[in-house]
Structures are given as C-alpha cells and as structure tokens.
C-alpha cells in the first residue's frame, strides 16, 4: 500500500495569511506515460463529506477559490491557501489515485489563529 | 450534477452484518467506479472497495474477506455489505464515484455497531 503522510496535524493561522501542508507518499504518484501525479486534495468541514479541491496535484476543480494551489511531483505535494478565510476552516486530507488500495493521508486541522 | 445519497440502518449488532445503498442521481450508473468510504469517529478517511456496472470489483485488502459491493444497474444504485461487524467498524459510511479522483460523494450515513 502507498502510504500518505501528511504534515502538520493540525496549523493555526491568523486571517489572511498563509497556510501550507505537506504531503508526502511513500513511492512516487507520478504516472510516466503521461506525466500525471495521481493525487488530489479534499477539504472537509465538520458535519460535511469531503470536497475535492484539486487533481492531478495542481488543477483546481471548478469553483474553488483561487486561494487554494497545488504543487509538487513523484513524492512530495504541497497544498497552499495562500490568504485564509473563515470559510477555510476545516481538515484536508490528501489521496493518492495511483495505485490500489487507494489512500488517503491522515488529515491536516486547519484553524484560525 | 451527479448525486449520491446513501441509505440503510443507523445501528447493527456486533457479529452481524452491515448493508447500506447508494443511489445515483443525475446520471448513470453505466460509467466510472463507485466506491465506498468509511470514517470512524474522530479519525480519517479508509477506502474499502469499489465497483463497475460490469460487476467487476476491487477491495481494500484490510476489509476483503468481510465486504461485498454489488450493483444493480435498474436501479441506479450499489451497495455495501460488510460481515461480521464489531465496535470498530462504528463509523460514517460515505459511496463516491470514482473517476481517476474522488467526486463526488454523498453526505453519509453514520453506523453504530453496538448491541
């Protein structure tokens, strides 16, 4: 199994600053025949199912702020809200669609500070 | 828009057995996988398996002796069984289609293992 470790647990962050977490896989999610990362980032509020943010490690699903970026490749990702909301306070959790059993990281408490 | 909106009971004994239904909206269930997530209290998201409108299946090898995925393509839906059950398997229930990532899934039921 992939394993997915993510980092910190949990972040406090004053509004309308920055916030960053690391995501790391334990083999590489990189697809070399057509150059994807098969990872995707999901927020999730309390009381909510997850929602996916971002695919392929760095394309935005529709609708969400551009606040939110994706970034890195084969084994290290990082997801950036690069000015925090209110609205932003939840748990992300990054997922690797590489290969089966599909995985998901521990989840990362994002928190006003 | 797809949506997906699970159903079964709320409380399973232990040693029994979990059966829960997705039903797909807003499309067809002739494309993609549909999987099953679960999460505990307090803890983080497992995959447990998946199915196609083939029939064809793939599960979590952690739960694979106890979970059963069908189909049933007449009416839009799949379900979940899980045997055997014990206090651990007290979680939220949440099907989601799999295409490539996860999106999107339905709200979740909560099953309490408990006598």
Same mark, same amino acid.
């Given at each position: 199994?992939? #394993?997915?470790?993510?980092?910190?647990?949990?972040?406090?962050?004053?509004?309308?600053?920055?916030?960053?977490?690391?995501?790391?896989?334990?083999? =590489? #999610?990189?697809?070399? =025949?057509?150059?994807?990362?098969?990872?995707?980032?999901?927020?999730?509020?309390?009381?909510?199912?997850?929602?996916?943010?971002?695919?392929?490690?760095?394309?935005?699903?529709?609708?969400?702020?551009?606040?939110?970026?994706?970034?890195?490749?084969?084994?290290?990702?990082?997801?950036?809200?690069?000015?925090?909301?209110?609205?932003?306070?939840?748990?992300?959790?990054?997922?690797?669609?590489?290969?089966?059993?599909?995985?998901?990281?521990?989840?990362?408490? #994002?928190?006003?500070? | 828009?797809?949506?997906?909106?699970?159903?079964?009971?709320?409380?399973?004994?232990?040693?029994?057995?979990?059966?829960?239904?997705?039903?797909?909206?807003?499309?067809?269930?002739?494309?993609?996988?549909?999987?099953?997530?679960?999460?505990?209290?307090?803890?983080?998201?497992?995959?447990?398996?998946?199915?196609?409108?083939?029939?064809?299946?793939?599960?979590?090898?952690?739960?694979?002796?106890?979970?059963?995925?069908?189909?049933?393509?007449?009416?839009?839906? &799949?379900?979940?069984?899980?045997?055997?059950?014990?206090?651990?398997?007290?979680?939220?229930?949440?099907?989601?289609?799999?295409?490539?990532? &996860?999106?999107?899934?339905?709200?979740?039921?909560?099953?309490?293992?408990?006598?």
């Amino acid at each position: 199994d992939i #394993v997915m470790t993510q980092s910190p647990d949990s972040l406090a962050v004053s509004l309308g600053e920055r916030a960053t977490i690391t995501c790391k896989s334990s083999q =590489s #999610v990189l697809y070399s =025949s057509n150059n994807k990362n098969y990872l995707g980032w999901y927020q999730q509020k309390p009381g909510q199912p997850p929602k996916l943010l971002i695919h392929g490690a760095s394309t935005r699903e529709s609708g969400v702020p551009d606040r939110f970026s994706g970034s890195g490749s084969g084994t290290e990702f990082t997801l950036t809200i690069s000015s925090l909301q209110a609205e932003d306070v939840a748990v992300y959790y990054c997922q690797q669609y590489y290969s089966s059993p599909w995985t998901f990281g521990q989840g990362s408490k #994002v928190e006003i500070k | 828009q797809v949506q997906l909106q699970e159903s079964g009971p709320g409380l399973v004994k232990p040693s029994g057995t979990l059966s829960l239904t997705c039903a797909v909206s807003g499309g067809s269930i002739s494309s993609n996988w549909w999987s099953w997530v679960r999460q505990s209290p307090g803890k983080g998201l497992e995959w447990m398996g998946e199915i196609y409108h083939s029939g064809s299946t793939n599960y979590n090898p952690s739960l694979k002796s106890r979970v059963t995925i069908s189909v049933d393509m007449s009416k839009n839906q &799949f379900s979940l069984r899980l045997t055997s059950v014990t206090a651990a398997d007290t979680a939220v229930y949440y099907c989601v289609r799999h295409s490539n990532w &996860f999106d999107p899934w339905g709200q979740g039921t909560l099953v309490t293992v408990s006598s």
